[in-house]
């Protein structure tokens, strides 16, 4: 019994001595997942979610519509190719921006791609000042009107691309959504403790712009030679901002004179717009590209006869019949909000058909790259441009006759 006792405990000893000169490796790497408590989490959401009808929306039918079939149908203004605003509310600067380099193209100046977010970057640093003067009270959003480029390129010049991007290395896309947040809690913030102070305010915003989108520069170099922005605009662009108007056509307000286009993303409250009858409204956007000109629309883009697959944009009758497109069916829309200022973008060309004009439409919103024919760009019904488009910058050189109507009255 003693050596049975003896045995085992020796036997014991060994295995704890054993055990203990033990060296086991480990490896370090992501926690593991228990795949099957994932499988019941997710099946449970399935069960558990409120079932959603799909989306309807009554759309125009296009399948019998005589619209264009290719971009070889129209008459194009050369511009620079369509690029995407991304994940921002800036299509005013895009488009217009895009405007301003068809312009360098005219003139003698190809390959000139500007900077939008150096645009953008001081139309916020303008924005926040207003909301200063104005204590709150004015509009601070992601949007603007196409004049706004014009106001911001008198002042500080214009840059190219290469120069100020305003994205991170190697982001695809633009993005605003965490810059404009956090402008916008820092706004709501001053307006909360009523810190009016001006150039805090201003300092604070750039700060933020700076971080997000990057310092805008302040001289470029362009073969060799270092200029300012101001330089850069019109020496290698050649873009003079005092040759450029904007046009409305509202029955609201006085025709053939200046007045106010009462949006809020005309948050300084421009009185710079002329504001003439429909039909020469209509008249001098076809006559403009029939010179070689293009130019810069605003307006709205939520009808029922768009079609992004198929990248038209066309005035259906059961809306509202071609003949019957006047003044009022113009200003009943703007003023009952069917009609909103919510996008703007580029005319480059133009088609005539046996349906009328079709307007070739450059585009950076999301919208115009879904189609597989035309990426970048829409085909526009002139009976769209009468009802929903409100408002169209261009050279004054295309528009002489109706700036000298305006002159006499």
């Given at each position: ?267 300084w409250h421009s009185k710079d717009y002329y504001n003439v009858p429909l039909n020469d409204f209509s008249r001098l956007i076809k006559n403009a590209l029939s010179k070689g000109y293009s130019i810069s629309i605003g307006g709205d883009v939520s009808e029922s006869g768009i079609d992004m697959q198929r990248g038209i944009m066309m005035v259906p009758s059961y809306d509202i019949p071609s003949s019957y497109i006047d003044e009022n069916a113009r200003l009943l829309r703007f003023l009952n909000g069917a009609t909103t200022d919510d996008h703007a973008m580029h005319i480059v060309g133009w088609a005539q058909r046996d349906n009328g004009i079709w307007y070739l439409v450059k585009d950076s919103g999301s919208g115009g790259h879904v189609n597989d024919t035309h ?35």
């Amino acid at each position: 019994m003693k050596k049975t006792v003896l045995f085992c405990l020796m036997v014991a000893t060994a295995a704890t001595v054993g055990a203990q000169d033990r060296k086991d490796a480990a490896t370090y790497n992501e926690a593991p997942k228990n795949s099957f408590y994932e499988l019941i989490k997710a099946d449970n959401a399935k069960f558990f979610k409120p079932k959603e009808e799909p989306k309807r929306r009554l759309t125009l039918d296009y399948s019998n519509q005589d619209i264009p079939k290719s971009l070889s149908e129209f008459t194009i203004i050369a511009s620079e190719k369509p690029v995407s605003q991304g994940s921002t509310g800036t299509c005013w600067c895009y488009s217009t921006t895009s405007f301003y380099e068809s312009e360098a193209i005219r003139k003698g100046h190809p390959g000139i791609t500007l900077s939008k977010m150096y645009t953008v970057y001081w139309e916020y640093v303008d924005k926040a000042k207003e909301y200063v003067r104005s204590r709150g009270t004015s509009t601070f959003g992601e949007g603007s009107e196409t004049n706004a480029v014009q106001r911001v390129m008198k002042e500080h010049g214009a840059v190219p691309y290469a120069a100020y991007t305003g994205q991170k290395e190697g982001q695809p896309y633009p993005d605003h959504s965490k810059l404009f947040g956090e402008m916008e809690r820092y706004l709501k913030s001053v307006k909360a403790s009523n810190a009016w102070n001006t150039d805090e305010v201003v300092a604070t915003i750039k700060d933020i712009l700076d971080h997000y989108l990057g310092t805008p520069p302040r001289s470029v170099n362009y073969k060799g030679r270092s200029m300012s922005p101001m330089q850069y605009l019109s020496d290698v662009a050649g873009i003079n901002p005092g040759d450029y108007v904007t046009f409305m056509s509202l029955r609201s307000e006085p025709y053939w004179t200046k007045a106010e286009y009462k949006v809020p993303d005309n948050w300084w409250h421009s009185k710079d717009y002329y504001n003439v009858p429909l039909n020469d409204f209509s008249r001098l956007i076809k006559n403009a590209l029939s010179k070689g000109y293009s130019i810069s629309i605003g307006g709205d883009v939520s009808e029922s006869g768009i079609d992004m697959q198929r990248g038209i944009m066309m005035v259906p009758s059961y809306d509202i019949p071609s003949s019957y497109i006047d003044e009022n069916a113009r200003l009943l829309r703007f003023l009952n909000g069917a009609t909103t200022d919510d996008h703007a973008m580029h005319i480059v060309g133009w088609a005539q058909r046996d349906n009328g004009i079709w307007y070739l439409v450059k585009d950076s919103g999301s919208g115009g790259h879904v189609n597989d024919t035309h990426k970048g760009y829409w085909y526009m019904h002139e009976d769209y441009v009468k009802l929903k488009m409100m408002t169209a910058t261009v050279n004054k050189a295309a528009v002489k006759d109706v700036l000298q109507k305006l002159a006499s009255k």
